[in-house]
Structure formats: structure tokens, C-alpha cells
């Protein structure tokens, strides 16, 4: 199984509709993070959590709410979509000895 | 992000070919990370680097970061269709938590 898991993977949604991105890890780091992948945008920060009462905002919060309901599961909310949300959502857990990241296989939300 | 500039933004080359790829920083980094990422895929980690001139290698991938601690380089020798997809670069700008990316370099290797 894999370290990093997110569900759903895939997602086809209208405007104004709730979603929800979940997001489990068994590597039992603290920190967790929820990235979106645009096309020529790279991987950009929506939220990230240091432990389940450290919530933080990243450079794209705008639209997103964040739930972190244990120390390994962390998840992305959109209260009410939009297409312009359509991307690929990314959560990670970070290393805090080697600093690395470890991601999920991603969530591919689109927004009609 | 746009704290971490990545150069070229794509990138077509034949295979057997060396091609280089570029992390540009206008702060100091704490540690410079890079990764590759199939097509729609998730993101595979390459190597780390953290102290200024410091340089590892990996089959034939090479990484370098500069004295100054902004900018790196990610150089492919003897380029295989295997090592295409989108290679970024992240990195802890300071002393802060934030884990930014580059916006990626798209790589195309033609048989």
C-alpha cells in the first residue's frame, strides 16, 4: 500500500457543488500539505499543517478549507466549486529529519 | 511559485543528448529538493541538496547548488526517453515552514 493516499483520484463535479479530497499517511509525519497542479504553474501551496491544531494557510487559501482530523489524515474541502478549481490536487508529508516530501498519487478534480 | 524560477520551461532534445535544467532563487535556500513527475502522476524524489557548492549525482542525473545557495542546476548526461516527464525543483526559502515549487520543466526525449 502506498504511504501517501488520496481519494478520490479522479472527480467530475459541477459549480457550487461540496467536494472533498482526503488525504491518509502511514509514514507518521507530523507535517502535511495540500499542493494544485495547473499546467505551466507548477505545484502551488493551498494549506499545510505542522499537527492537528496547526493549520496554515498557503499562497492560494482563496476557496479551500482544510480539515486535519489526526495526525495522518489531512483533508482539502472546496465549500463551493468553480472551474477555474479544476486541477491536480497533491497532498504530501514532509520528513522533518531529511526534509523531504513524500507525495500522493494525486486527485484530478475537474468543475463544470 | 514565484519565488523559484525554473529554466527552460520545456525542453525537446534526441536521445543521447545532455541537456541542463535551471533553479533560480532570489533568497537564500535552505535546502534545495528535486523532483520528477510522470505525466499526471505523482512526484518522485531525486536528490536534496543543502550546502553552497554542493553537488550529487545519481546514475546520470547531476545536481549542483551554487555557493550562494540560489540557484541549482539538474543535469541529464546521455538523455533516454526514460527520463522524460516534468522535473521541479522545491526548496525552504527560510527559516519558515512553506515548501515552495518551481514551475517545472517539461522534458521530451526523442528516440
Known sequence: DADVTQTPRNRITKTGKRI???????????????????????????YYSFDVKDINKGEISDGYSVSRQAQAKFSLSLESAIPNQTALYFCATRDTNTGELFFGEGSRLTVL | ?????????????????????????????????????????????????????????????????????QQSSLHITASQPSHAGIYLCGAVPNTGNQFYFGTGTSLTVIP
Open chain 2, 1 to 69: 511559485s514565484q519565488e523559484l524560477e525554473q529554466s527552460p520551461q520545456s525542453l525537446i532534445v534526441q536521445e543521447g543528448k545532455n541537456l541542463t535544467i535551471n533553479c533560480t532563487s532570489s533568497k537564500t535556500l535552505y535546502g534545495l529538493y528535486w523532483y520528477k513527475q510522470k505525466y499526471g502522476e505523482g512526484l518522485i524524489f531525486l536528490m536534496m541538496l543543502q550546502k553552497g557548492g554542493e553537488e550529487k549525482s545519481h546514475e546520470k542525473i547531476t545536481a549542483k547548488l551554487d555557493e550562494k545557495k
Open chain 1, 20 to 46: 472533498m479530497l482526503e488525504c491518509s499517511q502511514t509514514k507518521g509525519h507530523d507535517r502535511m500539505y495540500w499542493y494544485r497542479q495547473d499546467p505551466g504553474l507548477g505545484l502551488r501551496l493551498i
